[in-house]
DNA sequence: GAGTGGTCTAGACCACAAC
DNA sequence: TTGTGGTCTAGACCACTCC
């Protein structure tokens, strides 16, 4: 059995991306909530506080819960969701190359952006990203194999999340992510349909599991013309 | 008299700023801080949920609550907080240059922006932001005057958020952000020490105020090499 | 004055981790 | 078995909006 607010969230979901309450409407107040599910207000509030999290709702205080819902997608921004869940959200079609899979001793970077000693070995997976027919990203994962003891082939090919939370049951829990702009490097032109841009959108994540283990860093390097990262952002005044 | 959660909370990040609770340090449990603070669980709960989005600490089930804590900042990526703030917290002298300021009729892709009808005026604001002697940023801001009726080029040198929000009293909210690169226009090349650089990263927003009314469309425009963007990222499991 | 969302309480039971 | 965080309840009082 789901959590309450969990089901009521996703309920309330539904009737806005459905449209059965468009944008502007007003939803019912706190206290009719409570009613129609049998609940207490505070469970309510817990439901509404995701909606308002995840930009669906606007509180506004007297009034009442306001729909603001508007298209949302990310166009494949990795790190902390799989490529294989943003390309199911895609309308082109997507393929995966694995162009590298090996345990090694990293770089020295490497090392330290996943703070293993010397003499570690990690394991390395390039991957790159193909849409529409062109190769756009160039996806670069060091693993720590102290979590991630075995990889294959076939694994990178479909979906190493998958591989991690079904299969090893690794649950992940959060990732700190820095997007710069950076010169193409050899692998970049040679792995990436650069089209003659002198500029790759990097973005370069640290992940964490649930017991805060940091074991992954990654870069996933974009071909300009096809990066967009979008965000919904509240103003806090904390 | 602040509420008490949001005490708790600042007393709590207070200490995990000041490294009095260092990275890795488990935090009292929940019923010991709401003894200690003389409250219920469910308040204090509310504080560690706050330091939870806000990337200070990372909770699990069965053990505790755990800190999490790293350097913290982020590079000017305007749109929901004011350049003035960001300024504020970072080394290098900056400097504001008023370029433009002016009640027009928009070209018609802002007066989409600002899904605002024909024939309506906005008001227009061009800035430069110079970092440590370099021009690096052009901001773009367009204003809806039903909401801003005026602007001088003082309020524009200084902040218009202050001004916004202490002067007239507006409460933003929330905003749609969305980053892309782009090909300079005219005014980048004229504006900006774009030092041959052949590309600019874009921040388009739309702000919006606590009615979910939307008052501004921004475009802030800045020299690839000295752009970062960083970001805590949660894996949601809903 | 009636209705809304915001805060706070004092309990309860649960799933999970550690010993 | 004990202690932790996760969920849920039924109430209370407040600040605010609207009529």
Redesign the interface.
């Known amino acids: 059995m789901m959590q309450k607010y969990?089901t009521i969230?996703?309920e309330l979901v539904n009737r806005i991306e459905t449209d059965y309450w468009p944008e502007?409407t007003m939803l019912p107040s706190e206290n009719e909530l409570a009613t129609k599910y049998d609940t207490s207000r505070e469970t309510i509030r817990k439901s509404l506080d995701?909606l308002v999290q995840n930009?669906y709702i606007?509180k506004?205080r007297g009034k009442g819960s306001?729909v603001?819902s508007?298209a949302k997608f990310n166009f494949p921004v990795s790190?902390?969701?799989s490529f294989k869940e943003l390309a199911s959200e895609m309308q082109e079609p997507v393929k995966t190359l694995v162009k590298e899979l090996a345990l090694m001793e990293p770089e020295e970077s490497v090392q330290k952006d996943l703070e293993i000693s010397a003499k570690e070995k990690v394991w390395k997976v390039v991957r790159v990203r193909e849409i529409s027919g062109e190769k756009i990203i160039l996806d670069k994962d060091y693993f720590n194999p102290h979590y991630v003891p075995d990889l294959t082939t076939e694994i990178a090919a479909d979906s190493i999340y998958d591989y991690l939370e079904h299969e090893l049951g690794l649950k992940?829990?959060?990732?700190?992510?820095?997007?710069?702009?950076e010169q193409p490097t050899e692998a970049d032109r040679k792995y990436l349909d650069l089209n003659g841009?002198?500029?790759v959108?990097v973005i370069k994540s640290k992940v964490?599991l649930?017991?805060?283990s940091l074991f992954q860093y990654t870069e996933s390097r974009h071909r300009?013309?096809k990066?967009?990262?979008?965000?919904?952002?509240?103003?806090v005044h904390?």
Chains 1, 2 share one sequence.
Do not use: C, M, W
Not at 227 to 235: T, Y
């Open positions: 969990l969230y996703h502007s995701l930009g606007q506004i306001v603001i508007k790190g902390i969701v992940i829990s959060f990732a700190r992510k820095e997007i710069v702009v841009f002198s500029n959108v964490y649930e017991d805060t300009p013309d990066f967009r990262f979008v965000e919904f952002a509240r103003r904390n």
